[in-house]
């Protein structure tokens, strides 16, 4: 391998307590009552094979227990994902294991909703009560009256639990607020989504740009080896971001942009490589078309047009456009994965897709890539099941709704639960692995939605704080205590990881698996439940091939022949569009009525005094999910606001006492919204029109003890939200806050 273990965590942990973690965490144990024990040592007396959910990039990892107790997490070296390393949150997935706040029993609600009241209950006393509500729910709405809200691997069973129930309703918030508009901009422009691995070769990069990317702070384990792999051959970085992040700091160009032009950037950028024919025509000319139309259309959007819309000199644009152009095609536009900011962002990502296809990077080698499946068959249901449904999905309104969602949009489900919204009003919810307090735009609107429900039920490991508006809660076993479906996503070396259960699970947590099939026996559709547990399952599917599953496990992955994954390896490079073409110029836009090329348009500005609210990611932690988790609270226990040290100097109402680094503030949005106190980091790394914290903090849910009052949430101060007309996509990033002292009256 081209770099060391030391270059990855420099790159990947460049922030306070990413080094001091990746040492640490073998020495440092805690035990079932939360209180540090001896570390009881990192010789296991066995190790099994699995594959990581601390956040859902599924990199492969080898477990070593010892006494029955999970003593260490390593990287396992034949997963293509995870290369024999870790991210420090994989690492530090002891630390949801015996996390001594977890779930442990089966609740069900007994006070109301809002107020975290629930008695503990059996299991069969739980699941009883669930079947009996959603038949309850069935006789009164019908079954499309159901909906599901999931993420993570785990949520295959509830998927196809809702299947068998007769709704379509299934949506994740990791689409309609993360990666949505990105999808819809590659789909419409190369005829594809790019699902997630990303299909992209930042290993063979020269030019890295990274434009809403914060590869170092966001810890998909793979591209941040990929990335120091690429330093090291000598790639340079563009790096687009109005904080001097991680990855700026390894830049050769940062341009801090103004919050919300990233358009007007995108099209000067275009306007020099084409003025100064620094694209790749002989590609454009047998792959795409459109391009005499973008020509046109980028033709005044000169890098002195953009200068007073971003803030960026023309200088400083003509100067990144020429070293990614020349970088060609091995020039990587990274599309980025949070990409729900303005409502234009699928005409943001689009702008980026075209920039890719300009340099004639889309199946080139160091650009975007062909991935492939590992070949694996369904398990084989058996014939004559009860077929119920054929309903419509919710989240299309009455309109028809937002024409390219390729997705069902979880805004879109909560929008359905209230009368008036839809084809139909949704009146349960299953709320599978993810927090829809801290996930969703509008809280109080969501609560209002969630009180419009005869039934919600959540599965998770944690108490997150939607269980507390749950009527049912059920415990799950985590990731390392359970079976599941194999992991086999598009990727350039096809594979197949196993999930098994390196424990026994703690407390009384059963397997998402077992949970699923138990709701089916008690409401008739056990049929589509026939196989005696997870492990038969994944037996039955891999025995169709006759694949081992003795191997499966010991190895933890079998990999794929290798595929051709660019032009240089033998691939053909064309689209997925319908005649094949990258489409420069989208016909389809067009007839829809929307821009067929990315116009810049002004985003509006925020009352006077208030700075735009950017929020972002920290390298220890995945949203809410790891902020109860004390091996990684650590070295990382609250978030704090950036501010702009200049910008501080002169904040109204601090003329007396000035704002030090390390004081306690409040910020309260443009409708009034507060925060909780957080500290505030003064710093010349941000822009002076913008502060920005990073997501999951701030948590309301007291039965996590340790997070629990730390730092703010961005969530709570999000009740604002521009909806993409083109896919449904709900831009968070339009919100403004006024900074407070905290302890000042509201
Ligand atoms: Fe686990 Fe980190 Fe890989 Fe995510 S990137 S799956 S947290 S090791």
Sequence with gaps: MAFTRRQFIQIGAATA????????????????????????GTDGDRVVASYCELCFWGCGVLAHVKDGRVTKITGNPEHPLSRGMLCPRGAGATGLLYDPDRLKKPLVRRAQRGEDVFEEVSWDAALNEVAARLEDVERRHGREALALFTHGSGGVWFKHLMKAWGSPNIGAPSYAQCRGPREAAFSVTYGTPLGSPEPI????????????????????????????EAIG??????????????????????????????????????????????????????????LEELKAHVAGKTPEWAYPITGIKPDLIRASARFIGGARPAS??????????????????????????????????????????????????????????????????????????????????????????????????????????QAMPARQELVDKIQHLDFMLAVDVLPAEIAGWADVVLPEATFLERDDDVSAPS????????????????????????????????????????????KEYVKTRLAQKGLSYEELAAKGVLLGAPIATCEEEGAPVGAATQNGKIQLFSKELLALGFDPLPQYVPQEEGPQGSFRLLSGRAPLHTFGRTTNNRLLAGPYPENEVWLNADAAKSLPGFEVQPLANGDKV??????????TPVRVKLTERIRGDCVFMVHGWGQTAKRQRYAYGRGASDAQLTTRYKVDPIMGGTGMNVNFVRIERAGEAA
């Design 17 to 40: 307590g990413g080094a001091a973690l990746a040492s640490g965490l073998s020495t440092r144990w805690w035990g079932l009552d939360g209180d540090p024990v001896p570390n009881p």
């Design 666 to 675: 409040v910020l309260v949005n443009q409708d009034g919204a507060r925060s």
């Design 233 to 290: 051959k000598g790639a340079g970085l563009v790096v687009v971001d109005p904080r001097f992040s991680v990855a700026a700091g390894k830049a050769k160009y940062w341009l801090p942009v103004k919050p919300g032009t990233d358009i007007a950037l995108l099209l000067a950028w275009m306007n020099v490589l084409v003025a100064e024919k620094l694209y790749d025509a002989e590609y454009l000319a047998a792959h795409a078309e459109g």
């Design 332 to 437: 990587l536009v990274h599309p980025g994965r949070h990409t729900v900011w303005y409502g234009d962002d699928t005409q943001r990502e689009r702008a980026m897709a075209i920039l890719a296809a300009l340099l004639g990077s889309w199946g080139r080698k160091g650009g975007y890539l062909v991935g492939g499946k590992y070949p694996l068959p369904a398990y084989p249901l058996p014939p004559n099941l009860p077929h119920h449904g054929g309903a419509e999905v919710a989240d299309k309104p009455k309109n028809g709704g937002y024409p390219l969602a390729t997705e069902v949009l979880a805004s879109g489900l909560c929008d359905a639960t209230k009368p008036g919204h839809s084809l139909y009003d949704l009146k349960a919810w299953i709320v599978y692995g993810c927090n829809l307090m």
């Design 491 to 534: 990727y350039k070396r096809p594979f197949a990881a196993i999930r098994q259960a390196v424990v026994e699970p703690m407390y009384d947590s059963r397997p998402g698996w077992w949970i699923a099939k138990e709701i089916a026996n008690r409401v008739g559709l056990g049929g589509w439940f026939p196989w005696k547990d997870a």
């Design 201 to 228: 070769d930042i290993t063979n990069a020269r030019c890295i740009t990274l434009i809403g990317s914060h590869l170092g702070e966001n810890m998909h384990n793979t591209q941040v080896q990929e990335l120091a």
